[in-house]
């Protein structure tokens, strides 16, 4: 049981900013898509 606490206290910090990266990266790519389109129109 303490292995298995130890690993998810230790990973858990990980998913959160994998989270918050992709989170980022999603919305830079459609925000810059936004402006692409409404520069092409």
């Given at each position: 049981m303490e292995l298995?606490?130890?690993i998810t206290n230790h990973e858990f910090p990980?998913?959160?900013v994998a989270l918050a990266s992709g989170i980022?990266?999603?919305t830079a790519?459609?925000?810059v898509t936004m402006r692409f389109?409404?520069?092409?129109?």
């Open positions: 298995i606490a130890h990980t998913v959160l980022m990266i999603g790519l459609t925000w389109w409404g520069r092409g129109r």
